[in-house]
Nanobody, 123 residues
Framework: QVQLVESGGGLVQAGGSLRLSCAAS????????MGWYRQAPGKQRELVAT???????NYVDSVKGRFTISRDNAKNTVYLQMNSLKPEDTAVYYC?????????????????WGQGTLVTVSS
């Protein structure tokens, strides 16, 4: 089974930093785009940042200059370095990836989500 497992969330004061990690596991042939989304209480899930297999990245305006997305293709892992955190960054952060893998012996293209990790920024 192909899955994503996140880690690195927690409680931090405003102005602090956290680094999220997300590792893909299972029978994986290749991973295209990977990204991070977040969902704050009472709000819709929003895109935070994405990165292609070639390393091209994109960010939502509210995190530009503060967050950096990166990936290690050899480890099938994507990271989100979050600096200068603000209370409004408080949310559950979800990892997402477009994966070509084997499911029940069949070649499949999958959009996979992680279980989410909570980031809380106190003022």
């Amino acid at each position: 089974q192909v899955q994503l497992v996140e880690s690195g969330g927690g409680l931090v004061q405003a102005g602090g930093s956290l680094r999220l990690s997300c590792a893909a596991s299972g029978s994986i042939f290749s991973i295209n785009a990977m990204g991070w989304y977040r969902q704050a209480p009472g709000k819709q899930r929003e895109l935070v940042a994405t990165i292609t297999s070639g390393g091209r990245s994109n960010y939502v305006d509210s995190v530009k200059g503060r967050f950096t997305i990166s990936r290690d293709n050899a480890k099938n892992t994507v990271y989100l370095q979050m600096n200068s955190l603000k209370p409004e960054d408080t949310a559950v952060y979800y990892c997402n990836a477009d994966i070509r893998g084997s499911v029940a012996g069949r070649d499949r293209y999958l959009e996979v989500w992680g279980q989410g990790t909570l980031v809380t920024v106190s003022s």
